[in-house]
Every structure is written in structure tokens, then in C-alpha cells.
């Protein structure tokens, strides 16, 4: 059996009402793919900038995750596999 694995990089970048991130995931066959995500916090919320973070970031996580769907599919058919 052979051990595989990924690598992600999430950044943020925030100010008093923004939280921006960016994330990249490095296949195993050289590819990076790389998205962005952002959240704004109601001036009435909390200061809570990890909620921030983890808006934004599941959100360009989720973007990965299409990315990753739609490059396994493209290969999948370029294999000529019903």
C-alpha cells in the first residue's frame, strides 16, 4: 500500500471588516490549483476575526474541492472510461 498525500496553503489577509483568503493544494502529479475566498463582518458583529478566517478560507477551500472534482472527471473521460 502505497501513503499519499497533499499539501494546502491558506493565507489570510484581513482589516477591520475583510478577511481575504488565498489557498493553494499541490498534487502529486506537479499541479497546484489555487483559489480565493472572502467574508465581511457586519459592523454590528463581534470582532471575531478567526470567524472571518474560516469563512473565507472554506470558502476558497470549497473552490478547490470544484476544481479538484472537475480535473478528476476531465481525466477520467480522457481515458475513454464510461
Do not use: C, Y
Not at 17 to 41: I, N, P, S
Not at 67 to 73: F, N, P, R, T, Y
Amino acid at each position: 500500500m502505497q501513503v499519499a498525500g497533499w499539501h494546502v496553503e491558506v493565507e489570510f489577509d484581513e482589516d477591520d471588516t475583510h478577511t481575504r483568503a488565498a489557498a493553494l493544494l499541490r498534487l502529486r502529479d506537479g499541479v497546484e490549483l489555487k483559489a480565493r475566498g472572502q467574508a465581511t463582518r457586519d459592523p454590528r458583529d463581534p470582532d471575531e476575526r478567526r470567524i472571518g478566517e474560516e469563512l473565507a478560507g472554506g470558502r476558497a477551500l470549497a473552490d478547490i474541492a470544484q476544481q479538484l472534482m472537475a480535473k478528476a472527471g476531465a481525466e477520467v473521460r480522457s481515458l475513454g472510461t464510461p
